[in-house]
């Protein structure tokens, strides 16, 4: 081998090594744990400060690794072929040199493929934390350099593929959901600890309407209600905060704190100077289609515990309270003076479930795995079964929607208070198992929709 062809075979190992290099890095640039680069960050490690910075902007640090790599996989293939020329073409006849550079062509494609590609993209995958972290700063020097290259490079991208890219989130609401699974899974979060992050995450896709307490069990006093009055209603409902009404429900005008009333006693003001109005305090009105974050936001904002719910018509749809809201993330909250209530839900046996009628129809789908789809028609199971029935029901009405099997077990008036459901198979195994009851040995267990597509 002459001189030149050791330059050539030189030049083709650097040329490897550094298509070998830009592979590795991309590879690890898109793999990396991005949260462990923020909290690497925000503990003040320089690189994964500048491996963050990266990361904002990937079609800088994509196109510096894949300039590189091109141009040096360009300059390994160029001087394969010259190694080859030199070396074989003076002994073999033309036809065999043809085939030579076939041969060499396969060979040299071959080689590229293992140790510039598919080596270093596993070694990278493997341990593309350290590897991430040791390129960002040589990556960004190098982007820095190459920016002129790179701003042409990208003009002539958005050229041909017009309209800027959609920028994916860096993790959906459904991975999220898997994410949190897993984590439960493997022992990483408790099952309680899973439910409360799902329900903060769900709570944006929340009505107000969903979980406010609907206008026929609103419990409120009246504008001319005496102190006794208003005192035997929070004694016998448990409540600190009443709405007040002037004419009707319709017309809420503030409403009176169980402590404002214990200062009238204590003064030992006489009935007959009791002005309930002096009491007031200001209560505020939301519409019933509002989102629950948003919700939340403004109780804080305005450091409201309880508002009123308007529907449409401008009229009492309902009234929600702090607690409602805090319920749909942590679960149902009693202090000492609520009173004893029966679960909303009671699983009579595997086949078999007792609903109250105001009980939400998506968590009862969630727990059932009904597979019933959506609808603005109705929120709870009683708006259902009226929808369904097309009137409102009186107690012993049923209808069929197989393999599922309804009754209206009680009403109150024109409300639906209580509903039965079975089924011909029978309820979730997690359900079961939750309520206490040991789940059938069946291998042909009825699997939720939304697990028969996954």
């Given at each position: 081998m002459s001189t030149q062809n050791w330059v050539e075979l030189f030049v083709l190992v650097i040329c490897v090594f550094l298509a070998a290099i830009a592979s590795g890095t991309e590879t690890a640039l898109t793999s990396v744990n991005r949260l462990r680069v923020r909290h690497l960050a925000e503990d003040g490690s320089q690189r994964a400060a500048i491996l963050q910075r990266l990361q904002q902007d990937p079609q800088r640090f994509l196109g510096t690794v894949l300039i590189v790599n091109t141009f040096s996989l360009i300059i390994a293939s160029a001087a394969a072929t010259l190694i080859g020329i030199d070396l074989l073409h003076p002994h073999l006849s033309h036809g065999l040199g043809t085939a030579a550079d076939f041969g060499i062509s396969f060979l040299l494609s071959l080689f590229l493929l293992i140790f510039a590609e598919i080596t270093p993209k596993t070694l990278a995958v493997r341990h593309a934390d350290r590897v991430a972290l040791q390129v960002a700063p040589v990556?960004?020097?190098?982007?820095?350099?190459?920016?002129p290259l790179l701003w042409f490079v990208t003009m002539v991208a958005r050229?041909?593929?017009?309209?800027?890219?959609?920028?994916?989130?860096?993790?959906?609401?459904?991975?999220?959901?898997?994410?949190?699974?897993?984590?439960?899974?493997?022992?990483?979060?408790?099952?309680?600890?899973?439910?409360?992050?799902?329900?903060?995450?769900?709570?944006?896709?929340?009505?107000?309407?969903?979980?406010?307490?609907?206008?026929?069990?609103v419990v409120a006093v009246a504008k001319g209600a005496t102190p006794e009055e208003i005192v035997q209603i929070i004694q016998s409902k448990g409540h600190t905060r009443l709405p007040v009404y002037e004419r009707d429900i319709d017309h809420i005008i503030g409403l009176v704190h169980a402590k404002d009333l214990l200062r009238v006693f204590v003064r030992g003001t006489n009935a007959n100077e009791f002005r309930i109005e002096r009491l007031l305090r200001p209560i505020n009105a939301v519409p019933e289609q509002k989102k629950v974050d948003e919700l939340l936001h403004e109780m804080r904002l305005k450091k409201a515990h309880m508002m009123v719910v308007i529907d449409e018509y401008g009229g009492t749809a309902g009234i929600v309270t702090l607690e409602d809201v805090l319920e749909e993330i942590v679960g149902e909250i009693r202090d000492e003076y609520d009173l004893a209530e029966k679960e909303p839900i009671e699983i009579v046996s595997d086949h078999e479930v007792l609903v109250d009628g105001g009980y939400s129809m998506d968590e009862l789908n969630d727990k059932l795995g009904l597979g019933i789809a959506e609808s603005d028609e109705y929120d709870s199971v009683?708006?259902?079964?009226?929808?369904m029935l097309g009137s409102i029901p009186d107690a012993g009405a049923t209808f069929q929607d197989p393999p599922f099997h309804w009754k209206v077990d009680e009403v109150n008036g024109s409300r639906v208070t209580k509903v039965r459901v079975t089924t011909d198979e029978h309820w979730p195994h997690s359900t079961l198992l939750e309520a206490g009851i040991k789940p059938p040995d069946d291998e042909h267990r009825r699997v939720p929709v939304e697990d028969e597509f996954a």
């Open positions: 990556v960004d020097s190098l982007a820095t350099f190459l920016s050229a041909v593929v017009p309209g800027r890219g959609h920028v994916r989130a860096f993790v959906t609401e459904a991975e999220l959901m898997t994410l949190l699974s897993v984590s439960e899974e493997q022992g990483i979060i408790e099952e309680e600890e899973r439910d409360m992050i799902q329900s903060i995450v769900e709570i944006g896709d929340k009505l107000v309407r969903e979980v406010m307490v609907p206008r026929t069990d009683g708006g259902y079964l009226n929808s």
